[in-house]
């Protein structure tokens, strides 16, 4: 682990482990339930719908695994069924793709195994045909160690959720002492293993411990996720060939990542398996006439190195980074791909899933804003060169679309080819934000873009302390004219409300996350209308 550089430093996953931790030897399964990990389905589409869980307890080189599954929650009426086998070689997970289902339909799911039966799951498949509306739970950055998932729950027992979007960091990789472990202890959330995920054994060790978390289990068992990665699956600021919080005394990079794209694969509940470095993540799915999900990778396939990835802080040398063309973010392969799907979307809407912001925000001077004297938050010395840096206004968060401005305008030019009615949901902040999208030099919005903010993860206010409540807030809102909202202290959940007519954001927050009960409220309405994406949000 290393010390990034400041420019990054303002927020979302960019941020420092303090602390190294030595690693330690990990143990292994402990004694207890079968289907201690839950259940979870995924990538719905007309005729299926992926089912997961996992067995625990089990040493034997092959278990078999039945499931089913039925229109009714007592399995009166079972459509499918079958037997899987299992082993070490995937770490027990189970991951069957349940085919020959109906279209729209709400099916009840559980498997069998070592004489018990898990709990029964609920999942839906993709609706067919004419289509009025559908809802989704858009989240990202469950960072265990910092609080409780109240955002799952809250999410789990909203009974109108036809999928959950996970934009990624499910999972962080830090270790004890790490980048947001303070609370662990009290919690008694600390991290296992102890240490940072390197090996193919920490990533599924890490997922395991995710996994047994009963507000993840409530809400995995409620509806279906549609997840991708960001960094933080594999390691903090990751792109193609490289990653911040990678150094050559972990490994090789490429063994990383596979290890870390192996345990995604086996642990989450995405069709197909981890072939090589290069898992494909990004696909679509589509609700009906009403709605295509784009869902893309922003982090792995064809990420070019941040402009200032390796320390880089020279403002120079970061400002032809900047200027150079040629650098992507999505890589040919999946911009062309993306091209297709938008062009051969005939519904009304394009909702583009993906990890990190794009609308072009600069960071206003933080010399009125930052608290120096406070004892919270980021050491003094790094938040005095944060607010020297500021003072020139910097595209802030050069690891989101802002270090990639010559690509954020072609991925720009090809919504505007081809679609009218563009919103584009994202994660990585870990503050809720919401703004018209237009691209350079033009004079009206292509898309609009909704931000969620993180399922626990620190934001802003944890680790830039203000001279007054929400002072971050109201610089950056007014020194960015295209921002319509932001929130930068509670943690929560983005309600995306899809219809005919248009599309509404709600932001539901949580009063905290680190003690056990929670208050929620609804933060802000914001509203796109059918054929006016050109407007841009409206209060709703
Ligand atoms: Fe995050």
């Not at 609920?122 to 739970?137: E, I, N, S, V, Y």
């Not at 790490?178 to 390197?198: D, F, K, N, Q, S």
Request: proline share 5%; aromatic share 8%.
């Amino acid at each position: 682990m290393k010390r990034r550089s400041f420019l990054g430093l303002i927020a979302g996953s960019a941020v420092t482990a303090y602390l190294n931790v030595t690693r330690a030897a990990t143990g292994g399964d402990e004694a207890g339930t079968v289907f201690r990990h839950g259940v979870a389905s995924g990538d719905p589409l007309g005729d299926r719908v992926i089912l997961w869980t996992r067995v625990s307890g089990q040493s034997k080189s092959r278990v078999r695994v039945r499931w089913q599954v039925a229109k009714d929650p007592d399995f009166r009426e079972v459509v499918a069924r079958g037997r899987v086998r299992t082993g070490p070689e995937r770490d027990y997970t189970v991951k069957v793709d349940a085919d020959g289902l109906e279209p729209g339909i709400a099916y009840f799911y559980r498997f069998r195994a070592g004489g018990e039966t898990s709990t029964t799951g609920r999942t839906k498949t993709l609706p067919d045909g004419r289509l009025d509306a559908a809802r989704f739970a858009v989240v990202s950055c469950s960072n265990h160690p910092y609080g409780y998932f109240h955002v799952y729950r809250d999410i789990a027992e909203d009974e109108e959720i036809d999928a959950v979007i996970h934009l990624g960091d499910y999972i962080y990789e830090y270790g004890m002492g790490g980048y947001a472990t303070e609370y662990a202890e009290v919690l008694g959330r600390i991290p296992e293993p102890p240490v940072e995920v390197v090996t193919l054994a920490d990533y599924r060790q890490r997922y395991a411990q995710y996994k047994a978390d009963p507000d993840s289990q409530a809400m995995r068992a409620r509806m279906p996720l549609i997840a991708v990665w960001d960094d933080h699956e594999i390691t903090n600021d990751a792109w193609r060939d490289g990653a911040q919080n990678h150094q050559d005394d972990e490994g090789s990079y490429a063994g990383r990542v596979a290890a870390a794209t192996q345990a995604y694969f086996e642990w989450m509940p995405i069709r197909g398996e981890a072939r090589s470095a290069e898992s494909r993540i990004f696909r679509s799915f589509r609700y009906g006439d009403l709605l295509s999900l784009i869902m893309l990778d922003t982090r792995l396939y064809g990420r070019d190195a941040q402009p200032d990835a390796n320390g880089e802080s020279d403002p120079e040398r970061i400002g032809r980074r900047l200027n150079d063309a040629s650098r992507r973010m999505l890589g040919a392969e999946q911009e062309a791909w993306f091209e297709r799907e938008l062009e051969q979307s005939s519904a009304v809407w394009q909702v583009i899933g993906q990890q990190v912001m794009v609308s072009p925000v600069r960071t206003p001077d933080l010399e009125p804003i930052v608290d120096m004297e406070a004892d919270a938050g980021l050491p003094r010395d790094m938040r005095k060169r944060l607010v020297e840096v500021s003072k020139s206004n910097p595209p802030m968060l050069l690891d989101t679309w802002n270090g990639y401005p010559h690509a954020r305008q072609d991925f720009l030019a090809a919504i505007a080819r081809h679609s009218n009615n563009a919103v584009v949901v994202t994660g990585d902040l870990h503050t809720s934000m919401a703004g018209d999208l237009i691209p350079e030099g033009g004079d009206a919005p292509v898309a609009v873009e909704m931000i969620t903010t993180s399922v626990t993860s620190p934001g802003f206010d944890q680790y830039l302390p203000q001279q007054r409540p929400g002072a971050i807030r109201d610089a950056t809102l007014d020194f960015n004219a295209t921002l319509r909202y932001m929130e930068t202290s509670r943690r929560g959940w983005l309600k995306l409300n899809v219809t005919r007519d248009d599309v509404i954001g709600e932001w539901h927050l949580v009063d905290g996350v680190q003690a056990p009960n929670y208050t929620k409220s609804v933060d802000r309405r914001l509203r796109v209308a059918t054929g006016e994406v050109g407007k841009g949000l409206q209060d709703a």
